[in-house]
């Protein structure tokens, strides 16, 4: 979904609840959301623009994304963990085993966040492998009372969920914020439209030119 000045189209009422999350965490409140909904509903781009505002705030912010087959354990995680704590991270000492392992995050997102707030968005948790899960609940609990935040996306579909997501997201505490995203209203799907094509107006001619002898396309703003 694209985005405009104050972010993703019709979806001013999530990113305020994003916003007095980040509030929260600022205050030392650690802090999780899960964002929800079908593909391609916008789920990224909400993401996407919540670590942009956590940045424009002084976070430290990190984004990583599962895969959807054939990934390795912990797919997401050694990217969030580079971004927050140099090239190596917590995975320099895997081969010491999980407890060791994740003891190791968990001191990266406490020394990070001895700095200033941080943020942690990880998308499309549907593909996620149980290691990534199981790291992703030792953190939220580890950062208890610590400016941390972390932010999942996942599709709401229950035949893309495998039964350790189901389980994780059943296991969520309640104080998690849950955002569930439907479609956007008709205003804001116009909105949608002009800011598209705004932007492909102000192409060149030439990029906006079809092959062969058609002229250049015009379009209304």
């Known amino acids: 979904m694209p985005l405009v000045e104050d972010g993703p189209v019709g ?4 990113l305020a609840r994003i916003e007095a ?3 929260r965490v600022a205050k030392d409140h650690a802090s999780v ?22 940045a424009q705030r002084g976070f430290a912010v990190a984004l990583g994304r599962c895969a959807p087959s054939q990934s390795p354990p912990y797919w997401p995680w ?13 995975f320099a000492i895997a081969s010491k085993g999980r407890a060791a392992l994740f003891a190791a995050g968990a001191d990266c997102l406490e020394q990070a966040s001895a700095e200033r707030p941080v943020f942690i968005a990880v ?27 972390l932010a999942f996306g996942v599709r709401d579909d229950a035949g893309e969920r495998s039964p350790p997501l189901t389980s994780w997201l059943a ?27 705004g932007r492909v107006s102000r192409l060149p001619s030439r990029s906006r030119r079809g092959s062969g002898r058609s002229s250049p396309a015009t379009w209304p703003v």
Not at 11 to 14: A, L
Request: proline share 4%; hydrophobic share 50%; net charge negative.
């Open 78 to 90: 050694p990217r969030v963990f580079r971004a927050l704590c140099g090239s190596t991270g917590p």
């Open 11 to 14: 979806r001013s009422g999530e």
């Open 171 to 197: 296991e969520l505490p309640a104080d998690v914020v849950h955002l569930s995203l439907g479609g956007i209203d008709r205003s804001a799907a116009f909105d949608l439209v002009r800011s598209v094509l």
């Open 21 to 23: 999350l980040l509030d």
């Open 123 to 149: 998308d499309d948790l549907q593909w996620a492998d149980e290691s990534s899960l199981a790291l992703a609940s030792y953190l939220a609990a580890a950062g208890a009372g610590l400016p941390i935040g």
């Open 33 to 54: 959301v899960v964002v929800a909904g079908e593909a391609g509903v916008g789920k990224s781009t909400l993401l996407e623009a919540a670590v942009d505002r956590a």
